[in-house]
């Protein structure tokens, strides 16, 4: 399995699956709110929250 990481600076993230076999259609996944993370159940991308990120809905 691909365990490609991808940075972003959003708790909301909109994943296609990139131009590989892996493609699917576009859906937007939701970081959790503790682990500021989340794996794509389509293509097993595991995005994370950049560092220092400014997010609006940090407690
Ligand atoms: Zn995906």
Known sequence: MDDEIIEVET???ACDGGNGPLGHPNVYLHLDD???????PYC???FVLKEGADVAARH
Request: glycine share 0%; hydrophobic share 40%; with cysteine.
């Open 11 to 13: 708790l909301t993230v």
């Open 34 to 40: 503790a682990s500021h993370d989340v794996v794509c």
């Open 44 to 46: 097993s991308r595991h």
